[in-house]
């Protein structure tokens, strides 16, 4: 509940950030945009891969397994020799793709900007302002699992908001779409240097002595390592599937811009309920998997997927249902015309049916690392990557940027299939019956509010018409009747949700309960 509070709270300012984004740059109508999407999206890419669990899912089981073992003074020399490496070898990353900059925007972040002038040139600038945001988030994820190792969740859930502030604040006063993109890169690179300095400030106060020292590769660092990379890959599958989608959009003008505001809404569910879960659930699962507990690691993820999906299947629903009610709703003003609108409705409603497969993925690699299993997840990963990269292609070639959508929703559902299969295989996990049974009735209920939700946008002009004269700040009839229905859906959904039988109230009581 922690997580998600928070991370709801750093949603709502990044949809700000990117309402700003969007007014002042565009999409299709202007090169500062895609520009500026492809600069955050490379060092973004890592961000995900480092921030958002991958390397925790490695540091937070060894850390909290030396602190029971061997004490805290010990841990922490483990924690302050992987800070080192990490900040050394992200360091060096940073400068070797600061200096090749113009090969790699022009023959792997973005080919297809070679076809429009000055736009390489603008996105080489733009990405050397924000690639220095990597090692900072190195560090920002490193300290973020030394706090979630000793139960502290409020600081590395709250630094993110952190990015939407510094992006906001500098944004709103450029004139032109080009200014916009500098200093929208600006603010992502303040922000990078403020979240590590917050975390910095946080590790100190919790009590733990990480220092700053020489890298060294110890026997301990090592197997870290081993464990970190081929974790970080698995945990990374549909991040590297969304940095593939980029490459290949970025042959058709404002396509980037497209996907970087759908990634915006199909990616809250895995921020606000994914990740949130499956953060708070790894050092429970490793806990368990320590002791040999096995039944209370079964009902752990038994509870994680029930819920996650409970939380998940209607944002699904939404997006699916109601695309473009949502897309013209919520986005299309200023630069951003109804081209651009229609354009992203569609692809939205593709990523849509991905949206339960995102959330489960960081549910079932969860497993995997509660048992120091990284090779296994790695591997299922790199699979669902090159049936991405196949279908992208593909796909692409039939519906354009429908089709990448497409592509990287059926990678998801592959990568979670695969790994369900090998857990079960193994004896690790399968959901219960119970579990089968509340999913089921899960599934009925969003259902139902999808059906809800594609009546309202089918009578859409119906819903707008009485708000036609009303004003509400800078609300008009279109922001006014998207908010009403998706207010009027938060109602409706938990009566649906108990009605069915999915969750019930002391079920959720107890999920929320900190203990």
């Keep these: 509940m922690l997580i998600s509070s928070f991370t709801l709270v750093s949603r709502i300012l990044g949809f700000g950030r990117d309402l700003a984004v969007s007014y002042f740059m565009g999409a299709s109508a202007s090169i500062a945009a895609d520009a500026f999407n492809a600069a955050f999206a490379f060092p973004n890419l890592f961000r995900r891969i480092f921030a958002e669990g991958a390397f925790a899912s490695a540091f937070v089981p060894a850390y909290a397994r030396s602190i029971e073992r061997d004490g805290e003074e010990t841990a922490d020399v483990l924690a302050a020799d992987a800070m080192a490496v990490l900040a050394a070898a992200t360091l060096a990353l940073t400068v070797i793709a600061e200096l090749a900059m113009p090969w790699l925007v022009r023959y792997l972040i973005a080919p297809g900007f070679a076809a429009t002038p000055g736009k390489v040139r603008l996105a080489v600038v733009l990405t050397q302002i924000t690639m220095p945001y990597l090692p900072c988030m190195a560090i920002y994820a490193h300290l973020s699992g030394v706090l979630n190792a000793r139960g502290r969740f409020i600081l590395s859930s709250a630094a993110p908001i952190l990015l939407n502030l510094w992006t906001l604040a500098v944004v709103l006063p450029a004139k032109s779409p080009t200014l916009a993109a500098y200093y929208a890169s600006a603010g992502i690179l303040a922000a990078g240097v403020s979240q590590a300095a917050l975390l910095w400030w946080g590790v100190r106060r919790s009590g733990a002595r990480v220092d700053v020292r020489r890298p060294r590769l110890t026997p301990e660092i090592n197997k870290l390592i081993g464990l970190a990379v081929p974790g970080a890959i698995a945990a990374s599958a549909t991040q590297i599937n969304i940095f593939i989608s ?250 649906l949700l108990f009605a069915s039988g999915g969750l019930t109230l002391a079920e959720l009581r107890m999920a929320l309960r900190r203990r």
């Design 246 to 495: 980029g490459i290949l959009v970025s042959h058709q003008n404002g396509a980037r811009s497209w996907l970087a505001v759908c990634d915006r809404l199909y990616q809250l569910p895995q921020g606000l309920v994914g990740v949130a879960v499956g953060v708070a659930l790894l050092p429970r699962l490793s806990r368990s998997v320590q002791a040999g507990d096995e039944p209370e690691a079964r009902r752990a993820l038994d509870q994680a997927v029930t819920f996650c999906m409970a939380l998940t299947m209607p944002a699904a629903a939404a997006l699916v249902s109601m695309p473009f009610f949502i897309i013209d709703g919520l986005y299309r003003r200023g630069e951003f015309k109804l081209v651009d609108a229609h354009a992203t409705a569609a692809a939205l409603q593709q990523y849509g049916w991905g949206v339960p497969a995102f959330v489960l993925a960081q549910i079932t690699s969860r497993a995997f690392f509660a048992q120091q299993d990284t090779q296994t997840p790695m591997r299922i990963a790199l699979a669902s990557v090159g049936v991405n990269i196949v279908l992208s292609v593909a796909l692409f070639d039939l519906w354009g940027v429908v089709g990448i959508a497409a592509a990287t929703s059926a990678a998801a559902w592959l990568n979670v299939a695969l790994m369900a299969v090998t857990l079960a295989r193994r004896g690790v996990y399968a959901p219960s019956p119970a579990a089968w049974s509340r999913l089921v009735r899960v599934l009925a209920a969003s259902v139902s509010l999808g059906l809800l939700l594609a009546a309202a946008s089918h009578w859409r002009p119906l819903i707008e018409a009485p708000l036609r004269d009303v004003r509400f700040g800078p609300l008009h009839a279109k922001e006014l009747a998207i908010l009403g229905v998706s207010a009027a859906a938060a109602a409706v959904y938990p009566a």
